[in-house]
């Protein structure tokens, strides 16, 4: 029987590892310079996968990718700390062939991403530090239990529209709506039946709850930015006019770091506030602004600007002027882009921004 005798070594060779992450398998691609090696599927495990790299191509240099999802970045920070290179990066900067797009599977998926990581095709996205993760999360719940409150809020008036219950006189103005005579009455109603009543019942008891979830995580957000890495962050941000301390501190955990964004251009893009374009000969065409981008951020950054036009006279008047020029939710983009360069201006000089500065 033979065997063989030179034992295997890719000492200063690369081995290129594309990631399909799932919850349940991961698919994984391997390249090695022009080849296809193989495909195959594993456990979500990034210590099973070294350990079969270090088996069939051992001292070799091993360079990981996968696309940021919902896995978040717990992957690459295993494998950085077992010294393998890999980076994460956004699903759409990976090159992918009209075919790719038409037949997608796992197994295209993971190969389009080893194969353009050895094309060096691939460029990283910020990896944020896990306590400024973790941060960002206090901030998301808020928001996260803000929406579900108002949810409940549009259960309940739907409940009372479909049974044409009218409001008292003394409550039918919605500034009056949610306070604790609006509570009161709320609680007195009864409809016909038993069910109904507990239907009612049970969405105030719903919007209680949903209602101290949210006084509970705006005291951790408060709480959060009164720590010393925040506090004076937070105060630059809060001298622009539209800018709260919840939207401050939106701004702050999602960037981490201001000093990453070498541009404007680079900082708008990452609020999504870059527009798609589809050029073609001498006709340029804009389509709207890009899904590229934080979703967290672009959604502070519009409310922001819609409340900016209420405290700044300057951005109300440059409103206006764009407003007779396009539409209003192209307006307010315009708008929140120039709220980005005060939060730019403020926190790189680290200088409170002044009213007419602009």
Known sequence: MQTQGTKIDFHGQNIYVGIDTHLKSWKVALYHDDIALKVFSQDPDPLLLLKHLRRHFPNANYKCAYEAGFSGFWLQKVLTREGINCIVVNPADVPTTDKEKRLKTDKRDCRKIARSLRNQE????????????????VVRF????????????????????????????????PKRHWNHSFLGWLKSLKVKTEEGNWVMQSYIEEYEHSQDKVKEAIKQVQQLSQRDKYTSKVKLLRSIPGIGIVS?????????NIHRFKTLDKLCGYFGLIPNTDSSGVKEKTLGITNRGNTHLKAVIIEAAWMALRYDPALLLSYKGLKSKMEANKAIIRIAKKLVNRIRFVLKNEIEYQINNF
């Open 142 to 173: 808020y928001r996260d239990m803000i929406k579900n409150r108002t949810k409940i809020k549009n259960k309940i008036k739907a409940f009372l529209n479909f049974y044409g219950i009218v409001y008292p006189e003394e409550l039918k103005n």
């Open 248 to 256: 401050a501190m939106a701004i702050l955990t999602e960037i981490e």
């Open 122 to 137: 691939l460029e990283a996205i910020y990896v944020p530090s896990d306590e400024g993760l973790e941060e960002r999360q």
